[in-house]
């Protein structure tokens, strides 16, 4: 969180540890000034740990295992935790009422986003809705995005998913231990298709490298004041050759590849469109729709934009829960079991499950909503900004402050979802789930939805996602036996299930064992290639 800025290796001149005193002191009044002005009647903060002079919070602040800090924070003071640090402020909310109420409710003043100076000035994030202050140009960019990822507009796409999940078969059948190449592979493949009718090279591909190098800036700069110069913009006119200044460095690294995964594969399609041969995408579908008119530049320019963040939103997510299943599944057989009696009853042996069975297989689905509960994948969410002061349960929260929906503590509150720690699908599987054709999806309302965000902000790619994820498990399950690893004596190798902290939480390297359910299972497999 802010605090990493101790990981920049500052070491700018004293005239720079001046101007910083010098600011922050300046911001501070400032802030206290217009707080007290908003806070008429005087209300406290929300709870947390006491600041120390000027740096407030700052040593309170997560350097490394952020999940594990704010958990811990959670339980010490309980549904909101204020933090304070520089002039900045912190607010993560641990209660799946409190973040309705905020989020939902009150979405009108807790929509923004915070406007970072690494990100979006230096490494050029700005193109993205996801990162856009919530006013009238985030509303355009979000209903192009709606229009081509709706709930109704989705199966549109499963042809394309379920080619990958067959070949995401052939794949863990030949080379299984490849386990975390292949799931990026796989979902690489299904949204460049998705997103711009791109067959993607199996090996070495343009497009996905730009694009991994620009997440990975992303991923780095995620969390307000990550880099100092997101506490003291005047920083960015430093010149480049003073030292401490690395972070310009690796924004001008950064912002060459967000630019290339934005516009390389765009300029493919035109190209391709202009020549004929291009295929149905979602940046195809929406060229095609526009008239020549005034104005079509920026269309044009919003439909890419868009289709440059698909990547950003959904390839790691993508790649997160897969793996947290699998984990899953090893360290839980009897799910498996259970799984792949309702798959033998439903399907059979003689094909791999399709999206029609869907609603027929209850578990399944269940399995799913469990995984995202279980490990979510974005365990800190993506934070919110309030435009202006208000209060919550007799504290206020000034305007400005950055507020943090933090869903690990929300998907494993004990009173929600006993033993939360265990991975129990039943608990998804209510009387209505065990009937055929009960497929319900989340609404705002159900604890669950915390997976995918919150208030305005909810993840509008989220249905397309979902039938990624579940047409994938479906036929892993369908096809495979997964378990322990066995070391040299034949004796299965002990896991711990550990995952990685930050924006995008995965599991740590794990052994395991994958083969497929008999001969007839491996034939199928096979025939996907020419099936496809």
Partial sequence: MLSTIFSEEITLYHTSVFFLVFFTLCSLLRRRRAQQ????????????????????????????????????????YGELVFLSA?????????????????????????????????SHELMGWDFSFA???????????????????????????????????HALLRRLLHSPENLDYHLRHNAAAVIMSVTYGITIAFTGDHYIRLAEKALEGMAAAARPGAFLVDFVPFLKHIPDW????????????????VTGMKDAPFATVVNDMKDGKATPSFVCNLLNELDVKEGVDDDIETIKNCAGLTYAAGAESTVSTLASFILAIVLYPEVQAKAQDELDRVVGRDRLPDFSDRPSLPYISAIIKEVLRWNPVAPLGF??????????NGYFIPAGTIVIGHSRAILNDPIVFPEPRRFNPDRFMSEQDKCPNSNRHLSPTDPLSASFGYGRRFCPGRYVGEAQVWISVACILSSFNIGPALDEMGLPIEVTPGFTTGMICHPLPFRFSMKPRGESAKVLIQQTEFNS
């Fill in 37 to 76: 002005l908003a806070n008429s009647k005087g209300l406290p903060h929300p709870p947390g740990p006491n600041p120390l002079p000027i740096v407030g919070n700052l040593f309170d602040l997560a350097r490394g295992n952020e999940t594990g800090i704010y958990e811990r924070l959670a339980k010490e």
């Fill in 86 to 118: 520089l002039g900045k402020h912190v607010l993560v909310v641990n209660s799946f009422q409190a973040a309705t109420e905020l989020f939902d409710k009150r979405s009108a003043i807790y929509s923004d986003r915070a406007q970072a100076v690494m």
């Fill in 131 to 165: 990162h856009m202050r919530y006013g009238e140009r985030w509303k355009k960019h979000r209903r192009v995005f709606h229009r081509q990822f709706q709930q109704a507009i989705a199966p549109a796409y499963w042809s394309i998913q379920r080619r990958e999940a």
């Fill in 242 to 257: 003073v030292p401490g200044t690395s972070f310009k460095r690796k924004a001008q690294e950064w912002r060459a590849a």
């Fill in 383 to 392: 934070p919110h900004m309030s435009t202006q002061g208000d209060e919550l």
